[in-house]
């Protein structure tokens, strides 16, 4: 059965947002960890924590998938940044782990002019104050376009900052179909080439979760700009075919395209019939 819902909104709660994934018939869903631009977050009381756990299993989620704040840079050469950064994804991992979130995914960072080397350096000590050997929730890095310094645009990338941390099995990837294709991974023409890629680099089981976004930017234009599902460059044959592919179709996929929960409702309904039409 295929997985696939939305980034949430939490503004009304975590147990309203669940709520209304099962509106939106979707099965899963992402949230951020906390404010994405800033740094507040809020303590869900127990009745509230409850009610959210009662609903996810009643309905059957698949996993969960939290998202670190934008304004973390874990790769920053900048001492006061780079200390937040440090801050939020040790307390992130712990708050979200205690909600039982399943997967909390992370944009690598930016590297700022320090260089590539020196930032998966900082990214890797961060991880090493944060992650712990207990911990069920396990940290995904995302995939990312490449605009400015960002760090993690190629498997190799990401391959190194995984092999540096000391709980590698609670590491994984959230592969981010517009970020990849920006990047200059042509999932349009030769989506088998670039899953053969990943499993020569990474492998094939660290693949936890699948960003599903059109992307507005051409290919390899290393530019980070979603486009609505069919309505970009990447093209809803070429989504479906990330869907369905075997080596895919099992994971959990989430919506971030420009549209809020009712448009994003629509997208879902709307990828189900194609996907009907297609295998009928
Ligand atoms: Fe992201
Ligand atoms: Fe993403
Ligand atoms: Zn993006």
Redesign the pocket.
């Given at each position: 059965m295929l997985t696939i819902g939305a980034h949430m909104s939490i503004a009304g709660g975590i147990a309203k947002t669940a709520e209304n994934v099962v509106a939106m018939e979707a099965n899963t869903m992402q949230i951020f960890s906390r404010n994405p631009r800033g740094s507040n977050y809020r303590n869900y009381g127990q009745e509230e924590v409850d009610a959210f756990q009662d609903i996810r299993y009643r309905y059957g989620f698949g996993p969960l998938l939290a998202?670190a704040p934008y304004t973390m840079n874990l790769a920053s050469g900048n001492e006061k940044t780079y200390e937040f950064a440090c801050m939020v994804i040790r307390e992130d991992i712990a708050r979200m782990d205690a909600l039982g979130i399943e997967n909390l995914?992370f944009?690598p960072g930016s590297h700022t002019g320090i260089g590539v080397e020196a930032g998966i350096g900082n990214i890797i000590s961060g991880l090493n104050q944060a992650v712990t050997e207990t911990q069920n929730i396990t940290v995904l890095l995302?995939t990312m376009s490449g605009k400015g310094t960002e760090i993690g645009v190629t498997f190799e990338e990401l391959k190194k900052i995984r092999d540096g941390v000391c709980f590698p099995e609670k590491v994984g990837v959230c592969l981010?179909t517009c970020h990849v294709f920006a990047a200059g991974y042509d999932i349009v023409h030769d989506l088998d080439g670039v899953l053969e890629e990943f499993d020569r680099v990474l492998g094939l089981p660290l693949l936890r979760a699948v960003?599903l976004n059109d992307s507005m930017m051409p290919f390899g234009s290393r530019k980070d700009r979603h486009a609505a599902i069919g309505a970009g460059e990447i093209g809803m044959d070429a989504l479906l075919r990330i869907l369905t592919h075997p080596a895919l179709k099992d994971l959990p996929f989430y919506l971030?395209t420009p549209f809020d929960e009712e448009g994003h409702a629509k997208e879902i309904a709307m990828l189900r019939k194609e996907l009907s039409n297609r295998s009928g």
């Open positions: 998202h995914v944009h995302e981010d960003h971030e």
